[in-house]
């Protein structure tokens, strides 16, 4: 992936359009590297050459390599809200099956080239301190809390039937979907999501509108 940068000005400013434009590229081309090297080979330099503009260019958007880590973290946040958990609590998409389906589809879609790399990373990061370490820690808990939220509205909304603990459910609906993204990304088959979407139907039981395949099979 390379833009469009004039070697002698590819450094424009943070804020106006143009440098807008620059870091969004910036902040995808971290992303594909991060997904598919790990975080910690997302370099200065490792980054500059992907998207095609000089190191001092970066340095226009990142003073350091921790700062342009945990500005990947975020992107990725941002993304994971877009996709998955923008519309939790209202209107049509609202409800825990309507959840889990969006988010086996933003795996099944390969939003990140490589997969999420956040708790890849988490895992990695897990014995250091600093800032890099929490923020991802923060992230994996930010996800378990979307599901342990949409898992007492269904219990108050009778879509889980029995009612279901929402610590616990959140823990192991998280960890289908986890293994289901990892086995996605070694095994590359598709059959891999009609066993989640059965694990998931096994676990919760009957929801009222269960979440569906892609290629139109429920478990």
Known sequence: MTIDANPASDSPRRGSKQGQQTLAAILTAACKIASEEGLEQLSMRRLAAAVGISKSGLYAHFTSKEELQLATIAHVREVFEANVAATLGSGS?????????????FFER???????????SAVEFATRQGPVAAA?????????????????????TGELHPQRDPGQTAFELHSILMNTHA??????????????????????GELDHPPTSKRGTRP
């Open 110 to 120: 390969k939003k990140f080239p490589g997969g999420c790399f956040l708790i890849v």
């Open 183 to 204: 086995l996605s990304q070694v095994k590359r088959d598709p059959a891999v999501f009609d066993r989640a979407r059965t694990a998931i139907h096994t676990l919760l």
């Open 93 to 105: 998409d609202s409800g825990l099956a309507a959840l889990l389906d969006r988010w086996l589809s």
């Open 136 to 156: 991802l820690t923060e992230a994996l808990d930010r996800e378990i809390a979307v599901l342990e939220t949409a898992v007492e509205a269904a219990n108050q």
